[in-house]
């Protein structure tokens, strides 16, 4: 099973500021299937990132995915007010199972 | 509305059983693979189970045996039977589309607001 670890836990940050979060695998995850969801509280989370680098429909160009084999990185590029919530990167290249990593708080500082 | 709404959650006593359905709208439901995903309360998400568009299904270890995943096309439904329900079973269940761009297993693109299932004495 392919366990991701994310990295910060918490990240407290301004509006406008730039989010860095990371997302390493404990092995390297085929075809870089990886994905990254938002969610806030009371609510299913949200696809933002599929294949490390594609952003889902709908998504703002201020999210962007990068990374291959066991280290991948989603970038918020200036903080809006909605964009404090939960991360979480998937893995579905190593399957089954998929894998969840533990999640990033981005929370307003 | 393209959407996925999950029912059939509630309180069960320990090795009961529980039926969650997800009825699916707006889209057309035998072309997706589908997934429930739990998650228990400020914890990350966990994947339990998913079925393919040629019934094709698979489990988490911690649910293999006592969970069955099941699809009926014509109603646009999809299944969780819960059965020997564990305390470790609680959470919020949600009824997840997948994105159909890598193949079975892939990303979630559609979520269900989730059903909770607490599994207590």
């Known amino acids: 099973e392919v366990v991701l670890t994310q990295s910060p836990g918490t990240l407290s940050l301004s509006p406008g500021e730039r989010a860095t979060l990371s997302c390493r695998a404990s092995q390297s995850v085929r075809s870089n299937y990886l994905a990254w969801y938002q969610q806030k509280p009371g609510q299913a989370p949200r696809l933002l990132i599929y294949?490390?680098?594609s952003r889902a429909t709908g998504i703002p160009d201020r999210f962007s995915g990068s990374g291959s084999g066991t280290d991948f990185t989603l970038i918020i590029g200036r903080l809006e007010p909605e964009d404090f919530a939960v991360y979480y990167c998937q893995q579905y290249g190593n399957t089954p199972p998929v894998t969840f990593g533990g999640g990033t708080k981005v929370e307003i500082k | 509305d393209v959407q996925l709404v999950e029912s059939g959650g509630g309180l069960v006593q320990p090795g009961g059983s529980l039926r969650l359905s997800c009825a699916a709208s707006?889209?057309?439901?035998?072309?997706?693979?589908f997934h429930w995903v739990r998650q228990t309360a400020g914890k990350p998400l966990e994947w339990v189970s998913g079925i393919g568009r040629g019934l094709d299904t698979y489990y988490a270890d911690s649910v293999k045996g006592r969970f069955t995943i099941s699809r009926e096309d014509a109603k646009n439904s999809l299944y969780l039977q819960m059965n020997i329900l564990r305390a470790e079973d609680t959470a919020v269940y949600y009824c997840?589309?997948?994105?159909?761009?890598?193949?079975?297993?892939?990303?979630?693109?559609?979520w269900g607001q989730g059903t909770m299932v607490t599994v207590s004495s």
């Open positions: 997840a589309r997948e994105i159909m761009v890598a193949g079975f297993f892939d990303a979630v693109d559609m």
């Open positions: 294949g490390a680098s």
């Open positions: 707006g889209f057309t439901f035998s072309n997706y693979d």
